[in-house]
């Protein structure tokens, strides 16, 4: 196969896949990432608050708060029962892992390190799972410690061919291919 019916081909599956979820997905990861910043942000500010004992703080939570919600609808514009608040608390717990990363790999311990990178983007993963209907919300728990064959239900008939390992493995492959912000 030559480099243009390859690149063909990967043009008509990347257009298959926004036919599937017609995301801008490049742009909504540049917002997820946004998102979980105002949430470290209003985290902070609270933090400050208490330990500074300036109620200058509290009082930019409201702000921060209302543009995290408007850059939030722009990524999940509908949900039903508690996505929105899960998604949230999603991206937070991954912006908390990134970081608490970050420290472990400056402290030299590498290992522990690339751990919970990896967990933070397991989180991220859940995210996306959650918000393109590849599963319910009733299914977010810790999807390794199902069984198999119980996680093949999670994610739609249409999505549980290769690869193997379960929903978790599943979401992460489809959140690399169709979530690239490389693509323009």
Not at 45 to 65: E, H, N, P
Not at 66 to 72: Q, S, V
Not at 151 to 171: D, H, Q, R, W
């Amino acid at each position: 196969m030559d480099k243009i019916e390859s690149v063909k081909e990967f043009v008509e599956k990347i257009d298959a896949t926004k036919k599937v979820n017609p995301k801008d997905l490049s742009s909504d990861q540049d917002l997820t990432i946004a998102i979980m910043n105002l949430i470290s942000i209003e985290e902070h500010l609270v933090f400050s608050g208490a330990k500074t004992g300036k109620t200058s703080f509290y009082d930019l939570i409201q702000d921060i708060r209302e543009l995290r919600k408007n850059l939030m609808q722009k990524v999940i514009p509908a949900y039903e029962g508690e996505v929105w608040c899960i998604s949230k608390h999603l991206l937070a717990a991954g912006m908390r892992l990134t970081e608490v990363g970050t420290k472990q790999q400056s402290l030299g311990h590498h290992e522990e390190a690339y751990k919970l990178f990896n967990q933070a983007y397991d989180l991220y993963c859940l995210f996306w799972g959650l918000n393109m209907n590849m599963l319910q919300s009733g299914e977010v728990r810790q999807l390794e410690s199902k069984p198999a064959a119980a996680a093949e239900n999670v994610l739609k008939p249409e999505e549980s061919a290769e690869p193997k390992g379960g929903a978790l493995a599943k979401m992460k492959a489809f959140v690399r291919k169709a979530v690239d912000c490389c693509i323009e």
